[in-house]
């Protein structure tokens, strides 16, 4: 776990007057007997040591890093339980001295978060009692935030014939296609190379998300800039989105909800709130996703139901329908909601669902998910346990079982089972895999010659473009000797897809389709398509 994304962390020692200690020695005491402490006022003396100080326990908690559930078997345990009850009282610490010290730890990590800083007092006591009441789940919310999203890291978004790639100081870089303005540099020409968006520059951006024709960008203070198509969604039936924006351009009706994540359909897009409140725009249908609106309603609206009170910590959205990882005080939890044709709601059914519904197979198979990723027509989880679930759609042998049936539950990825899975990734029928050490995994439509597995018969164009009904290892990355900690993909049904792949030193490799210039790399007369991972000139560290 990295509790020091935001900088090198400090530990701030509290302001607790050393306690007198008794030197009283009797001639008659023999010079063996051990030296006791007064440690507060008239209390009974005792041997604790660090009593005297409690900011020294406080900083081997913080300082090495522990998770939440760490310090809360820390706190279950009789010895410690009875130092915090030791502390409790006398030690005063702010800015709440009823805390005992695993409580002061969490709270002292929460403050390292970038998107808790900012919150005053009222708003971090909103957050504490939304997430159960306890600083440790507040932490375990804003970790878990972390973990999925790449928050205020480096990433690359493979979109629908553009490309965005975000280094870890916040700049941003856009390239291929831009019919409608949505690489943000005021031209819809296309651009073949990486180009940095200027008018950002000041601005730190933390996350980003890629639509048909259109862009969104979050900064580091909440705030949403999107330039494109000016809709957050496309109608389900006529043109949607006539007018273009060619840089960026903040989001009015965002500007008083803090965003740290967007998610963009085809016939919507949502957005997530740094307390976990999702919000959605467009397809207002009350059938679709619990709310009626004109379809070109540019104004955000709650995702009704049980999400109302649980915290949300991602979001992932498919071409028709939304996925939202929940974190509660019981353990972490997904919900579904939109279109259920081919059972991608994970329910056991194909129906439609116009509010989000907990997917209950999770808890059948013992699974704490970690990750969602939201294909098109199929989706997949990432277990705390490294196992992968996939469901929905079959086609093309995207979920990973050797066939092309469909799933209404989520099934378990069983050739997976001797690789711990850390991150997943899901387009047009098409599903990655990353694996704790870095290997990468493929499988689904081979289109575009997206999945990478191309090295063996690079000239053969029928292999280049073969189908993988089970999971297959990516040689292809394997070879460049680098770990590989994120994979992006087309999740377009419209476009041919291309693949991002970053490695852990910040480096970006790009393969499948280039006929708009999105990989990045140049391509030579007449190729339309990368068959093999290439590096892209850019150092997103």
């Not at 001295?97 to 998107?115: G, N, P, T, W, Y």
């Not at 024709?213 to 198509?229: C, E, H, N, P, W």
């Not at 929940?326 to 279109?339: F, H, I, K, L, N």
């Not at 970006?508 to 389709?513: D, P």
Request: negative net charge; charged residues 20%.
């Amino acid at each position: 776990m990295d509790a020091t994304t935001s900088g090198t962390p400090t530990i701030q020692y509290h302001n607790i007057a050393d306690q007198q200690i008794p030197t009283t020695v009797a001639a008659s005491t023999p010079s063996f007997n051990r030296q006791t402490r007064h440690c507060f006022g008239d209390a009974t003396p005792g041997e604790f040591p660090l009593s005297a100080n409690p900011s020294i326990v406080l900083h081997v908690l913080t300082g090495c890093n522990l998770e939440p559930q760490d310090l809360a078997k820390l706190e279950a345990s009789y010895s410690f339980l009875a130092t915090c009850s030791f502390f409790r009282q006398p030690a005063h610490f702010a800015p709440d001295h009823e805390l005992c010290l695993s409580e002061l730890a969490a709270l002292d990590m929460c403050q390292k978060r970038a998107i808790f800083k900012p919150m005053d007092s009222e708003q971090r006591h909103q957050l504490k009692l939304r997430c159960g009441g306890s600083w440790k789940l507040v932490l375990r919310f804003l970790l878990a935030g972390e973990t999925c999203s790449r928050r205020e890291k480096s990433q690359a978004i493979a979109g629908p014939g553009h490309s965005i790639a975000v280094t870890s100081k916040g700049s941003v870089f856009t390239f291929g296609s831009n019919s409608s303005g949505q690489l943000g540099h005021d031209t819809t020409q296309e651009e073949s190379t990486p180009r940095i968006i200027r008018s950002l520059q000041g601005i730190r951006i933390i996350h980003a998300a890629a639509g048909a024709g259109r862009t969104m960008l979050i900064s580091d203070s909440g705030q949403v800039y999107a330039f494109g198509k000016d809709s957050f969604g496309e109608a389900e039936y006529g043109v949607q989105g006539s007018k273009q924006v060619n840089t960026p351009k903040l989001v009015e009706s965002l500007k008083d909800i803090f965003v740290v994540q967007a998610a963009i359909g085809n016939f919507f897009t949502a957005v997530l709130s740094r307390e976990g409140r999702v919000y959605t725009f467009s397809w207002g249908n009350e059938t679709k996703l619990g709310h009626q609106t004109d379809p070109t309603d540019l104004e955000p609206h709650p995702l009704l139901g049980p999400l109302e009170n649980i915290p949300v910590v991602q979001i992932a959205a498919g071409y028709c329908y939304l996925l939202a990882l929940a974190c509660q005080p019981s353990g972490m939890s997904v919900y579904s909601v939109g279109c259920g044709l081919g059972g991608k709601l994970g329910h056991g059914t194909k129906n439609d669902e116009k509010q989000p519904r907990l997917i209950e197979q999770f808890q059948t198979l013992n699974l704490q998910p970690m990750v969602v990723a939201a294909g098109a027509w199929h989706a997949a989880v990432v277990g705390t346990d490294g196992r992968v679930c996939t469901w929905g759609w079959g086609r093309y042998g995207c979920l990973g079982h050797g066939n092309e049936d469909c799933d209404s539950v989520p099934k378990v990825v069983e050739s997976l089972s001797n690789v711990k899975a850390i991150h997943v990734a899901t387009g047009d029928y098409t599903t990655f895999v990353v694996s704790s050490d870095g290997d990468v995994y493929s499988f689904g439509c081979g289109e575009s010659s997206s999945l990478g597995h191309n090295t063996a018969n690079a000239d053969e164009q029928g292999n280049r473009h073969a189908n993988v009904l089970s999971p297959k290892m990516v040689t292809s990355l394997k070879e460049i000797n680098e770990r590989v900690v994120q994979i992006s993909l087309t999740n377009s049904i419209y476009w041919n897809a291309h693949t991002f792949a970053l490695t852990e030193t910040g480096k970006l490799y790009a393969f499948g389709a280039g006929d708009k210039g999105q990989l990045g790399v140049e391509l030579v007369t007449n190729q339309t398509e990368r068959p093999t991972p290439e590096r892209v000139e850019l150092d997103l560290s």
